[in-house]
Nanobody, 123 residues
């Protein structure tokens, strides 16, 4: 069982930056692939990025490549999402999630979810 708590969301102007954090409970955090998803009003939840247990394998959706960076600190049971050059279209609730599958682009592969943190980017 893993419990996830996101933090770091807020209101920022276009071009600005935010760093999201996701703190996990449980002693097996280091064995999970961790993903960041987002859901904008009226839209489906989408994968933003994920990182495998070692940090060696990372995936980004095309719309955030070069702007967002996912990382993890297994000693702190925390995964991060550094978001730079933010755009109004990045506005969404951001969720972190944990999966036991090594390479997980599908929502159904993620077993544990946080409550979400709101990111709003003004133009």
């Amino acid at each position: 069982q893993v419990q996830l708590v996101e933090s770091g969301g807020g209101l920022v102007q276009a071009g600005g930056s935010l760093r999201l954090s996701c703190a996990a409970s449980g002693r097996t955090f280091s064995s999970y692939t961790m993903g960041w998803f987002r859901q904008a009003p009226g839209k489906e939840r989408e994968l933003v990025a994920f990182i495998d247990w070692s940090g060696a394998n990372i995936y980004y959706t095309d719309s955030v490549k070069g702007r967002f960076t996912i990382s993890r600190d297994n000693a702190k049971n925390t995964v991060y999402l550094q978001m730079n050059s933010l755009k109004p279209e990045d506005t969404a609730v951001y969720y972190c999630a944990a999966s036991t599958t090594a390479w997980s682009t599908k929502i159904r592969s993620y077993d544990y979810w946080g409550q979400g943190t709101q990111v709003t980017v003004s133009s």
